[in-house]
């Protein structure tokens, strides 16, 4: 996740969302090489920035990267979506983190049915690259050797956020990955929402504060004081 930053990037009080396909700013969609890039409002080029590399669910065709990071938060992050597997995620994050202002150890793993599966995935292989995971449907992938690097996924910190329906009919997996992950020392906090979906604003308004508890060190903190 290395490049040069580019001092061309979006100006204070842009829009916040952009994609190839938003003709009224092809400055951007030029660099964006057909991906989906959120730019939050207010953008300010001398603060480095949080990144969210969203992975999709394949089935999901209606995902639109704008309006659930609009829902999420409008100031709090830059994102951008990921498509095509592991490869995909250091294309995005490299291709970003060389355009904008983007904090190198806050780049965070966000996805989405399938891809929430995906993102744990990723996360666990390469836990010193990223700094978490959010998984928005997508249970953990158990009897995949995941915790293969025990002792840097220890410091991840993860969240798993699922419809109650789902945790009631996959509930021998979720007691087998709470079991994993209590056996193992690691970090999953796990939110259980009524309704029909896990990109509700109560869910995403969930994330972005866990997110941001994790970014300015509160949950950090807390562990700390009851560990001791």
Not at 216 to 223: D, F, H, K, N, V
Request: aromatic content about 8%; proline content about 6%.
């Amino acid at each position: 996740m290395r490049g040069r930053k580019s001092n061309q990037g979006p100006r204070s009080g842009q829009a916040a969302a952009v994609s190839v396909r938003c003709p009224s700013r092809p400055a951007i969609a030029d660099w964006t090489k057909g991906m989906p890039v959120f730019v939050p409002q207010g953008y300010e080029p001398g603060y480095d920035y949080p990144l969210l590399v969203w992975l999709t669910d394949p089935t999901d065709r209606g995902f639109d990267l704008a309006r659930v990071m609009t829902r999420m938060s409008l100031r709090n992050f830059v994102a951008v979506q990921a498509t095509g597997g592991e490869a995909a995620v250091w294309r995005a994050a490299d291709t970003v983190s060389a355009r904008l202002s983007i904090h190198p150890r806050r780049i965070w793993l966000i996805g989405h049915g399938i891809g929430g599966t995906a993102a744990f995935r990723i996360g666990c292989r390469h836990p010193d690259s990223f700094a978490g995971v959010v998984s928005l449907g997508g249970p953990f992938p158990l009897d995949e050797s995941a915790f293969a690097r025990v002792e840097a996924v220890r410091r991840l910190p993860m969240l798993y956020c699922c419809r109650g329906s789902s945790a009631v009919s996959a509930a021998a997996h979720t007691d087998r990955t709470l079991r994993l992950f209590h056996a193992a020392g690691a970090m999953l906090a796990m939110r259980i929402y009524p309704g029909s979906g896990e990109l509700s604003r109560a869910a995403l308004g969930d994330v972005n504060r866990w997110l941001m508890d994790e970014i300015c060190g509160t949950s950090a903190g807390l562990r700390a004081h009851a560990a001791g």
